[in-house]
C-alpha cells in the first residue's frame, strides 16, 4: 500500500496553473517532514518545496519562488502544491516525499534534494506545452 499519493498533474499552457496534492496517512503528515520534488527528462531530480511539520516552516527554490505555494489541509491529510505562472521548464515529474528531520540542516538538506527519504509517492506528471 502506498504510504503517499501525488495527484493533480496534467498538461496546461504557459502561464496557466495546476494545484498538486500530496495525500498520506495521519501520523505521516503529523511527524513527517513533507517536500516537493521533480525530475525532468534526462536531468537529476531536485528540491522544489517543501514544508515542516512542527512549525509550519516553508522553504522554495529559487526557480520556483513567487510562482509555487506550498500548503498543508489538516482535515484531509493533505499537502498541496499551488502551481502558479507555469513555464515550460517546469515540465517534470513531480513526486512527494516525507522525512523525519532530526534539526533545521537535516530539512534543508531534504528540501534541496540531498538527503534521503523515508516514504515517496509514485509521482504525477505535469506538462507545460501550448
Known amino acids: 500500500q502506498a504510504q503517499l499519493v501525488e495527484s493533480g498533474g496534467g498538461l496546461v499552457q504557459p502561464g496557466g496553473s495546476l494545484r498538486l496534492s500530496c495525500a498520506g496517512s495521519?501520523?505521516?503528515?503529523?511527524?513527517?517532514?513533507i517536500g516537493w520534488f521533480r525530475q525532468a527528462p534526462g536531468k537529476e531530480r531536485e528540491g522544489v518545496s517543501c514544508?515542516?511539520?512542527?512549525?509550519?516552516?516553508?522553504h522554495y527554490a529559487d526557480s520556483v519562488k513567487g510562482r509555487f505555494i506550498i500548503s498543508r489541509d489538516y482535515a484531509n491529510n493533505t499537502v498541496s502544491l499551488q502551481l502558479n505562472s507555469l513555464k515550460p521548464e517546469d515540465t517534470a515529474v513531480y513526486y512527494c516525499?516525507?522525512?523525519?528531520?532530526?534539526?533545521?540542516?537535516?530539512?534543508?538538506?531534504?528540501?534541496?534534494?540531498?538527503?534521503?527519504?523515508?516514504?515517496w509517492g509514485q509521482g504525477t506528471q505535469v506538462t507545460v506545452s501550448s
Open positions: 514544508l515542516k511539520s512542527n512549525d509550519g516552516s516553508t
Open positions: 495521519k501520523f505521516i503528515m503529523d511527524y513527517y517532514d
Open positions: 516525499a516525507a522525512e523525519h528531520a532530526e534539526n533545521y540542516a537535516h530539512w534543508v538538506r531534504f528540501c534541496n534534494g540531498a538527503a534521503p527519504a523515508n516514504y
